[in-house]
Structure formats: C-alpha cells, structure tokens
C-alpha cells in the first residue's frame, strides 16, 4: 500500500508554519529543528506516521513570487484528515486565519478551507463514514 510519508516545503517563516499546524494537527510534534550548513532553518514537524518537512529560504535566495489560487503550475492545496473539525475552525478564526472557500457539508464528510500565513491552502476533512463510496463522492 502506498501512502504519503512527507511533503516538503519552504515558507517564509518557520514559527508561523508550526503555529499554524499546531491548531490543524495538534498530534504533531516538531520531531527536529536544526539550521543547514547553508544557514537556513529547517524541521520536521509530525507524527509517527507522516510529517511535513519545513524550511526557510537560504539567505541568498529570492522568494519567488506566489501563484494566483489553482492557476499555473505548482501545488494547490494540502488535504488533512482531521478530528473535531469545529473546534479548529474556531481556533483558527480566533487566530485570524482566513478561509479560502465556503464550508462544504456533504453526506459522510465535512470540509473547511484555510490559507495559512505563507498563503498555502489547507482542506481540512472529518469524516463520518469508513464506507469509500460516501467518503470520496465524485458528483
């Protein structure tokens, strides 16, 4: 079985990154935090079955700029799987995290959509079914 054990990325800054995992992900840990030998600071932060690699950009290095939302070529969204959706939302808000997209109610599943301070999106998913046929509905 195949699954996604990590995804890379860099973002602007590294502290804004792992606060906002903390509230979408709360059985995340930052599992190492070091700088490279070619100053940028990088971690791990996840569980003990998948995490995110994160990094701040070298220092000699321009950010490029951020793509338009699901225009050109890069990633659109990360999709979470998540317990106790409503109570994030709320942390978020309180946070002032904005939503991307209007929330989505749908037989077997529920799902909100969050930028978060670099601009990534995030899907946040509960579901309330393990039947494959109601979770992923495609109409």
Known sequence: ?????????????????????????????????AVSSQ?????HVGNAQCYFALQEPHPTDHAAPAL????????????????????KMQQLETAGYATSYPLQREPGRVRAYYYDRAGFEWELIEYSTDDPTTRYRYD
């Open 1 to 33: 079985m195949t699954r996604i054990e990590h995804a890379n990325l860099t973002v602007p800054d590294l502290g804004a990154a792992i606060e906002f995992l903390a509230i979408i992900a709360p059985d995340f840990a930052v599992r190492h935090e």
């Open 39 to 43: 100053g940028y600071r990088w971690c």
């Open 68 to 87: 338009g939302r699901y225009a050109g070529i890069g990633v659109n969204h990360f999709g979470l799987e998540v317990t106790a959706l409503e109570a």
